[in-house]
Antibody, heavy 127, light 110 residues
């Protein structure tokens, strides 16, 4: 059974870089039918897609966060990671990692949905 | 950037039927947006209910169904139960590697 587990500091200072890692077990991140993504949820608010990565290293980012986000993968450890720079209080949220199941023809993504989620980890931005 | 719209809140009586919708500020939602739906209870990670408009995820009861109604994606719950009281989020694929969640609908069963 696939499991995803987020890890990283629960407290980050303003202007610093938030770093989280998602460890995947029960399945490999090296797969042509999945992307791997990060989603966040500020307290009391809705879900926001942050970005996704393919096993090849190809990435897509939310345009509103693109200038501050980097997602990378480590196939040897079956992990992928999120870095969000220059954080402010507005970045305080529960951060989820998730598997994005896709149908892809050539390089064009068609069907896509998040089919497995980590439990989430709260990151608070505060001095 | 396109905004994905959902009703902020909805209520349904136990045993009743409710349809939640998912629209876009510019244009109509079609199957090519590959709408998916997620259920979330407080303190829990989202649970995938529906993908590709109308395909139920594994283990999801058949009282949950997805469709396109008019110019929106729709999630219908038939025979609502108390434990269906949750937040429901739709997600649309905008193309070019961009996914957008709706703001969510808080469903009350009373």
């Amino acid at each position: 059974q696939l499991q995803l587990q987020e890890s990283g500091p629960g407290l980050v200072k303003p202007s610093e870089t938030l770093s989280l890692t998602c460890t995947v077990s029960g399945g490999s991140i090296v797969s042509s039918i999945y992307y791997w993504g990060w989603i966040r949820q500020p307290p009391g608010k809705g879900l926001e897609w942050i970005g996704s990565i393919y096993y090849s290293g190809s990435t897509y980012y939310n345009p509103s966060l693109k200038s501050r986000v980097t997602i990378s993968g480590d196939t040897s450890k079956n992990q992928f990671s999120l870095k969000l720079s220059s954080v402010t209080a507005a970045d305080t949220a529960v951060y989820y990692c998730a598997r994005l199941s896709i149908t892809i023809f050539g390089v064009v993504i068609h069907e896509s949905w998040f089919d497995s989620w980590g439990q989430g980890t709260l990151v608070t931005v505060s001095s | 950037q396109t905004v994905v719209t959902q009703e902020p809140s909805f209520s349904v009586s136990p045993g009743g039927t409710v349809t939640l919708t998912c629209g876009v500020t510019s244009g109509s939602v079609s199957t090519y947006y590959y709408p998916s739906w997620y259920q979330q209870t407080p303190g829990q990670a989202p649970r995938t209910l529906i993908y590709s408009t109308n395909t139920r995820s594994s283990g999801v009861p058949d009282r949950f169904s997805g469709s396109i109604l008019g110019n929106k994606a729709a999630l219908t719950i038939t025979g609502a139960q108390a434990d269906d009281e949750s937040d429901y989020y739709c997600m649309l694929y905008m193309g070019s590697g961009i996914w957008v969640f709706g703001g969510g609908t808080k469903l009350t069963v009373l």
